[in-house]
Antibody, heavy 117, light 107 residues
Framework: EVQLVESGGGLVQPGESLRLSCVDSGFSFSDHGMRWVRQAPGKGLEWVSAISNSGGVTYYIDSVRGRFTISRDNSQNTLYLQMNSLRAEDTAVYYC??????????WGKGTTVTVSS | DIQMTQSPSSVSASVGDRVTITCRASQNIGNLLVWYQQKPGEAPNLLIYAASTLHSGVPSRFSGSGSGTDFTLTITSLQPEDFTTYYCQQANSFPLTFGGGTTVEIK
């Protein structure tokens, strides 16, 4: 069974950094683009970042561009999101998701990031 | 950016009812529209992709239609497990954008 497991969330102060990880099991990780999607408490879904299967192409939502970096290590079946200069508005559950064609078919359970002083 | 407007934001219905949720894109996205279901405290689950293709394992009471800018998700004969929140998402261009969500509540 295909499974994605996120980790790395936690409570940090504004301006600090975190690195999220997402490990896959059960599918050919290097065949698929990957996405990060977040959900602030009580709010809807917001796409954050995307990366191609090779890692050579990346995209970001404007509000995180220059602060967040998406990357992947296909030898370790792992996706990353390096988050710097964190702000209160980055507080959310962060999900990683696998891309198939144009849709996200497998999602992790999420990891919670809280930015607060 | 493509704006996705989902309506209604909430709907009250009973078990066995038919419910329709609409999603409008601010520009033509062809059929690159996806529907997700999300239960409280859980990750979203894929329901429908390419506007009308049912994902594997999704019950046939769910259906999607539309193209261009106007799309619908229909749930026929609501079951107890269907009372939750639904999101549309455009997959046409970055930034990927979601509708605001529709919560189906028990009447």
């Amino acid at each position: 069974e295909v499974q994605l497991v996120e980790s790395g969330g936690g409570l940090v102060q504004p301006g600090e950094s975190l690195r999220l990880s997402c490990v896959d099991s059960g599918f050919s990780f290097s065949d698929h683009g990957m996405r990060w999607v977040r959900q602030a408490p009580g709010k809807g879904l917001e796409w954050v970042s995307a990366i191609s299967n090779s890692g050579g192409v990346t995209y970001y939502i404007d509000s995180v561009r220059g602060r967040f970096t998406i990357s992947r290590d296909n030898s370790q079946n792992t996706l990353y999101l390096q988050m710097n200069s964190l702000r209160a508005e980055d507080t959310a559950v962060y999900y990683c998701a696998r891309l198939v064609n144009h849709y996200m078919d497998v999602w992790g359970k999420g990891t919670t990031v809280t930015v607060s002083s | 950016d493509i704006q996705m407007t989902q309506s209604p934001s909430s709907v009250s219905a009973s078990v066995g009812d038919r419910v329709t949720i609409t999603c409008r894109a601010s520009q033509n996205i062809g059929n690159l529209l996806v529907w997700y279901q999300q239960k409280p405290g859980e990750a979203p689950n894929l329901l429908i992709y390419a506007a009308s293709t049912l994902h594997s394992g999704v019950p046939s009471r769910f259906s999607g239609s539309g193209s261009g800018t106007d799309f619908t998700l229909t749930i026929t004969s609501l079951q107890p497990e269907d009372f939750t929140t639904y999101y549309c998402q455009q997959a046409n261009s970055f930034p990927l954008t979601f509708g605001g969500g529709t919560t189906v509540e028990i009447k």
